[in-house]
C-alpha cells in the first residue's frame, strides 16, 4: 500500500533555532513530491520536488529530494513564530489516467518566541 | 487567497443526516479534487472531476457521492452520516487534464463538518 510518512509529529523550538523536517514515501509510481504549509486553513504550497539531488529554495525555506532512499527533507532557518503551522508532505503518484496526492499526516512546528 | 470558494464554512448537523458540500473551482480549471482531513487520518483523497466526469476515486465511503456540473462547480454530498464523518472538507482545482503533466492544485478554505 502506498504510503507517505512525515517526522517528527511534532516540535516546538525557540525563534531562531533551526528545524529539519523529514518525509519518507513509499508509492508505486512516484511522480513528484511536495511540500506545503497549513495554518488553519487551507494548504498552501511550498515546493514541488522531481529531481534527486537538486535543492529548492525560498527564502529561509529549502528542501531536497533523495529519490535513491525514498525521502525528502524540510529545512526552516532562522525561524520566526510565524512559521508555525502544520507542514505537510505530499507525494503526486500518477495512476496511468490522472495524478493524484497522498498525503502524510503532517508535522506540527510551534516556534516560541 | 486562492481563488477556490467552498461553502458552507461550517456545518453542523446530527447523526444519520444528509449534507451537500459546495465548491467552485478557480476560473479556467477543469479539475477539482475533494479531500477529507480528520485529526487521525490527516488529508485525505476522496475524488477528482474532470470537466463534469469522474476521473479517479480515493478512499471515498459508499455513503459519498460526487458530481461536477456543467459550470464546472461541485457537490460532495455526505448521506447517513455518522460521528466519525465530523472532519475538514477541503475542494482543490487545477488545470490539470489528460496527460501525465501535474499541474499545482489550489485548495479552498475547506468546510467544517461537525456532526453530533
Known amino acids: 500500500e502506498d504510503k507517505v510518512v512525515q517526522s517528527p509529529l511534532s516540535l516546538v523550538v525557540h525563534e531562531g533555532d533551526t528545524v529539519t523536517l523529514n518525509c519518507s514515501y513509499e508509492?508505486?509510481?512516484?511522480?513528484?513530491l511536495l511540500w506545503y504549509k497549513q495554518e488553519k486553513k487551507a494548504p498552501t504550497f511550498l515546493f514541488m520536488l522531481t529531481s534527486s539531488g537538486i535543492e529548492k529554495k525560498s527564502g529561509r525555506l529549502s528542501s531536497i529530494l533523495d529519490k535513491k532512499e525514498l525521502f525528502s527533507i524540510l529545512n526552516i532557518t532562522a525561524t520566526q513564530t510565524g512559521d508555525s503551522a502544520v507542514y505537510l508532505c505530499a507525494v503526486v503518484d500518477y495512476g496511468g489516467a490522472t495524478n493524484k496526492l497522498i498525503f502524510g499526516t503532517g508535522t506540527l512546528l510551534a516556534v516560541q518566541p | 487567497d486562492s481563488g477556490v470558494t467552498q461553502t458552507p464554512k461550517h456545518l453542523i448537523t446530527a447523526t444519520g443526516q444528509r449534507v451537500t458540500l459546495r465548491c467552485s473551482p478557480r476560473?479556467?480549471?477543469?479539475?477539482v479534487y475533494w479531500y477529507q482531513q480528520s485529526l487521525d487520518q490527516g488529508l485525505q483523497f476522496l475524488i477528482q472531476y474532470y470537466n463534469g466526469e469522474e476521473r479517479a476515486k480515493g478512499n471515498i465511503l459508499e455513503r459519498f457521492s460526487a458530481q461536477q456540473f456543467p459550470d464546472l462547480h461541485s457537490e460532495l454530498n455526505l448521506s447517513s452520516l455518522e460521528l466519525g464523518d465530523s472532519a475538514l472538507y477541503f475542494c482543490a482545482s487545477s488545470v490539470e487534464g489528460r496527460g501525465s503533466s501535474y499541474n499545482e492544485q489550489f485548495f479552498g478554505p475547506g468546510t467544517r463538518l461537525t456532526v453530533l
Open positions: 476560473s479556467g480549471d477543469l479539475s
Open positions: 508509492v508505486t509510481n512516484f511522480r513528484s
